[in-house]
């Protein structure tokens, strides 16, 4: 072989290498930059329901104004705000999770006894919630309650509108948690794109769960 074509089989052979080599370092690097993304979007999502307990700290009192089990009932049933973090379940039931965001109560319903809450840690009971309720963060979502037209009209409007309108909110939330869920398994996946639509639908979900409770607790009876 000549020198000539020697040179260029090594000239070649470095191009491919830089080439494959500069390749590999955007994989890093774009590695890298997603997961920076969802530990932001994760830290934000804390921040933001942390400033949200503090500001529903002051609500404590209010709910232990309450005499009697029954007014506290009729509040947790048509669901409610937890003013304090973190809330502690004293007996009656558990915490089942489905996402990172979303929760589902099992055990007693307030007719059995309900789920006992302590809200500022001092062992006592504050309020009593109960089984199949949605929790997300700081909001209880009600099992009772059907989503009213404005909530699925809500839902609609963002996107989700596929088996909506006859659910009870906290079946509603469950629903999200359950997609939720999956665009969370979609992060562990390195694909850029669905990475990128996997981030997208979690902040959306995450503020429709949000727009719901709004609407649940502006149309309480």
Do not use: W
């Not at 104004?65 to 007014?71: D, I, L, R, S, W």
């Not at 006992?116 to 089984?131: A, K, R, T």
């Not at 979609?186 to 850029?192: A, T, V, W």
């Amino acid at each position: 072989m000549s020198n000539y074509k020697r040179r260029k089989t090594r000239t070649s052979r470095k191009g491919f290498a830089g080439v494959a080599l500069s390749f590999i370092s955007k994989l890093v690097q774009q590695k890298q930059q997603f997961d920076q993304d969802n530990r932001d979007r994760r830290d934000r999502r804390e921040t933001d329901r942390g400033a949200l307990y503090q500001s529903d700290l002051s609500q404590l009192e209010q709910y232990n104004n309450y005499n009697n089990t029954e007014g506290i009932r009729a509040t947790a049933a048509q669901g409610i705000r937890l003013p304090g973090t973190p809330a502690t379940i004293l007996g009656g039931g558990g915490l089942n999770q489905i996402s990172s965001g979303v929760s589902f109560l099992t055990g007693n319903s307030h007719e059995q006894g309900g789920i006992g809450v302590d809200v500022n840690q001092d062992g006592q009971e504050d309020i009593e919630l109960e089984s199949m309720e949605a929790v997300s963060g700081e909001m209880v979502f009600s099992k009772r309650r059907k989503l009213p037209s404005e909530a699925v009209d809500y839902l609609e409007e963002n996107g989700f509108t596929n088996g909506f309108n006859k659910l009870s909110y906290a079946d509603a939330v469950k629903k999200l948690g359950l997609i939720e869920k999956k665009m969370e398994d979609k992060l562990e996946l390195y694909d850029p794109t669905a990475t990128t639509t996997a981030n997208l639908m979690l902040e959306r979900i995450s503020n429709v769960i949000e727009g719901l409770f709004s609407i649940q607790e502006e149309t309480k009876l």
